[in-house]
DNA sequence: AATTAGTATGTTGGAGCAACAAACTAATTA
DNA sequence: TAATTAGTTTGTTGCTCCAACATACTAATT
């Protein structure tokens, strides 16, 4: 049972240099000085912090800034040739990749349509594939590769690299890590699709300063990344955040949650409920504009569809969605009484229906949640849509690089 | 907004000499040696922090361990004369005070009922009074006193040492610390009674090694400490836990909860609703042998009571807690899903029926939660009972000796 | 335009202190 | 006596901190 709990020297260094570094990542442009004030490090100490960044290439100097008396800062910002990170995108029917700087700007991505009925084998040669693209095509230009992260349904260990169970790829122990590191010669990093998601928000996104908040990933189910104490919590093996089976509505005459039970959460806010009580209205009334919508895209029922009659104000695709929304504001409001959260932000497919959902949401949460907690939480939108774990993907690696910039090559 | 994340030398000893002193407190006896390897640390840095640690009067030696060949280990352990601690519980209508040493054996104690009615100062006036009784009664015994702990329901500022708001007492920013700290010129911390409680746990029960679990508080109302990725989580404002108001079981002619809202799951697994339970089945039969031994006792309906009629092998009875123990694995299997915790450990006032009420919780969460999440959590009762919270107020004095021993003086 | 004062930034070199490594002594068993 | 394991001693490395210093600018005055 060796815990490594321990401190020593190197440990330090690693703290302080992380902690400039992250600094320097969501506070660009800062000098040494305003720094040194932050952190209350001393100021030769970051002097010392900042020429070894300096010197690993994720850091440089630009311009100085002469505000008021007394000699003027030079400005330090992350190097945007710090590196690239490949980032992949595992979806049910799906695989997204997409090249970005350090800082999730995407320089280049491909997303390709995936049948997981072909099989694992195959739907991972697929994905090996476009990544291959991604790395000739970022040589081209003189990428200079940093990682690959990888977000994927289900339950994943981390530090095995190793995706345990995904019930909607019927995929057991996929050993990504090994696989992809062996065919691109790069460190690789796995994790859950809303985790990586939630890291995303907290590195990119609505969640820069946030210690504590909830990502939760509404599509096809309902799951939560739980970002809490400034850390991912995974739970005892991973499995933390399946925040959509909380069993407790308990009306006999619901529909079956994939899971088994009856009255989960998610039966009632996730995209096949909306897609369900648009077809229960659509049988009674005929004034909507869906069925016209419909024919004319030759398409079936979906979420952007009826997104589309929203935006032209189609009443039943409006009620849907605030239906949808009134529901997911009952599971959000537990979670605001459990977690105390700071923030709540929506994201996955569903999120593009936010403008709709999240007014529904705000109205049942302050009826139901504790109102001495609910004061100051934000409910708020993804940044990133329907990107929000492809952009995850990156935010691993690029967190890993903010945690350890030891481990970059001085150059 | 000075974060203070900075690491420097003296953090790098502080943290080595808690590593250390937490591994002698639940792992002793202990050498020198084992713990070296425990934790990778030198021979000579382990050597030297046992040192200091010894001067500080915190472990002693004691005895050695020949066992197999070599020079026999010399056995370290926590030194039981470090020092002693008070514990106060402040509740709705009692407090209770304790003196314990370090390892949370009870030296001393006093309960008395209190009547909130008579308002906020009386009721700090006779807790100040009994924690004054417990030092004259220590120093009669030559204790030499570390600290007080108060745990208090309701809303802690844990930094500010403040009462935030405690609904059932009507309390709203109550300096704790000042007022204690003035009185007795000792270190003084507050927390939450669920808080403390799992702390309690951590240190000194049934979570000793455990990572991630969840203390859940059954009596009035269901509160609960949430213990993750290694420390108490309190949220933004240090509300999390109130898990007890997930509203989603929205069935409209149920109970209104005190909150406000209906269809609380701590409506349906209070001890209220095991009361309003029986008085519902008395009114219909008559073989139970609770009217009876309400008749002998001259007692109203309560859970001894009720606890007494079953161990009497009364139906009613036995029924009431294992209906109420449904209602709580419905809310357990929610817990799981969302935390995936290694244990959950159920304490407070109804855990006393906790015979009654375990298996019909692990019935319904092994019915309700996702099979491969639940696997390997364990459900137990505390072993503290009634007192979780005391020894919980306890806890947080002893939990913060071990995380900054510097602190202690050398004598 | 030149001078001087004032102020804030960033650098330098030494002090203090932590863990570490290696060589040692100590105490036991086979 | 040899082997083995426990713990100590001595010297090394590398970290932050501190105080003094050099640098670069603004502002006011001559």
């Avoid at 290439?57 to 690239?84: D, F, K, M, W, Y």
């Avoid at 009925?117 to 000739?136: F, R, S, Y």
């Amino acid at each position: 049972m060796n815990l490594r709990n321990t401190a020593d020297q190197a440990f330090v260094r690693e703290t302080n240099l992380s902690l400039v570094l992250r600094l320097i990542h969501n506070q660009s442009p800062v000098s040494r000085a305003q720094m040194a004030g932050i952190t209350g490090l001393n100021k030769s100490t970051v002097s010392s912090l900042v020429d070894e960044l300096i010197e690993r290439r994720l850091v440089h100097e630009t311009g100085s800034n002469s505000g008021g008396a007394g000699r003027p800062a030079t400005l330090l910002e992350i190097n945007p040739q710090a590196g690239s990170i490949i980032g992949v995108e595992l979806g049910v029917d799906f695989v997204s990749v997409a090249v970005t700087d350090v800082l999730g700007n995407i320089l280049w991505r491909k997303r390709e349509d995936a049948r997981q009925e072909d099989g694992q084998e195959k739907m991972i040669n697929q994905t090996l594939q476009i990544v291959k693209e991604a790395i000739t095509a970022g040589k081209r230009k003189n990428y200079h590769f940093m990682g690959i992260g990888l977000s994927t349904p289900g339950t994943v260990d981390v530090d095995k690299g190793l995706l345990i169970f995904a019930p909607n790829l019927h995929w057991h122990n996929v050993p990504f890590v090994r696989i992809f590191s062996e065919q691109a010669k790069l460190k690789v990093f796995v994790e859950n699709d809303a985790n990586a998601a939630a890291i995303a928000e907290h590195l990119f996104g609505t969640a820069r300063q946030c210690q504590d908040f909830l990502f939760v990933f509404a599509g096809v189910g309902i799951g939560g990344g739980l970002f809490l104490n400034g850390k991912l919590y995974r739970g005892r093996n991973g499995y933390a955040g399946e925040i959509g089976h909380s069993p407790i509505m308990a009306e006999p005459s619901q529909t079956v949650c994939h899971c088994g039970n009856r009255g989960c959460w998610e039966t009632y806010a996730n995209q096949y409920s909306i897609i369900q009580r648009i077809q229960a209205r659509l049988e009674v009334r005929r004034s909507s504009i869906i069925p016209k919508l419909m024919a004319d895209q030759n398409a079936p029922l979906s979420i952007p569809l009826i997104k589309q009659a929203a935006d032209a104000g189609d009443r039943e695709a409006i009620d849907s969605f605030t239906e949808a929304g009134h529901a997911m504001g009952q599971g959000f409001a537990g979670l605001i009484n459990i977690f105390n959260p700071e923030r709540i932000i929506l994201g996955g497919p569903l999120s593009m229906a936010g403008e709709y959902l999240l007014p529904a949401i705000k109205e049942t949460v302050a009826l139901h949640a504790l109102p001495e907690i609910n004061k100051q939480v934000e409910i708020l939108l993804s940044p990133f849509g329907p990107d929000a774990s492809l952009i995850g993907a990156i935010a691993i690696v690029v967190d890993d690089l903010l945690a350890h910039p030891a481990k970059v090559e001085r150059r």
